[in-house]
């Protein structure tokens, strides 16, 4: 069983960027669709981008779209989401997720491994 761990949240500025990465342990990670979703105070976690095992299909809520960018290195276990042009609204904890179809990472009721979350806050 996959196992999940992110880093590199922290505090920017609007208008700045960070990189979030989502390191997986075990020899199946690339069998593993992934997805990384967020969770501000007050509200329901939600979908942020969703990857394909493979990498080849990736899927982006809109208020990303165009922003974000999910990207994965299966030689390193890992899964990435770049996020540039950021606002005060993205400001919450993301998780990453993975299961082995895609479709199941691109809701919150969907999966079943998830990582303890990084906090990201974006100031005006």
């Known amino acids: 069983q996959v196992q999940l761990v992110e880093f590199g949240g922290g505090l920017v500025q609007a208008g700045g960027s960070l990189r979030l990465s989502c390191a997986a342990s075990?020899?199946?990670?690339?069998?593993?669709?992934m997805g990384w979703f967020r969770q501000a105070p007050g509200k329901e976690r939600e979908f942020v981008a969703a990857i394909s095992s493979s990498g080849g299909t990736t899927y982006y809520a809109d208020s990303v779209k165009g922003r974000f960018t999910i990207s994965r290195d299966n030689a390193k276990n890992t899964v990435y989401l770049q996020m540039n042009s950021l606002k005060p609204e993205d400001t919450a904890v993301y998780y990453c997720?993975?299961?082995?179809?895609?479709?199941?990472?691109?809701?919150?009721?969907?999966?079943?491994?998830w990582g303890q979350g990084t906090q990201v806050t974006v100031s005006s």
């Open positions: 075990g020899r199946t990670f690339s069998s593993y669709a």
């Open positions: 997720a993975a299961s082995r179809a895609v479709e199941v990472v691109t809701t919150p009721a969907g999966p079943n491994l």
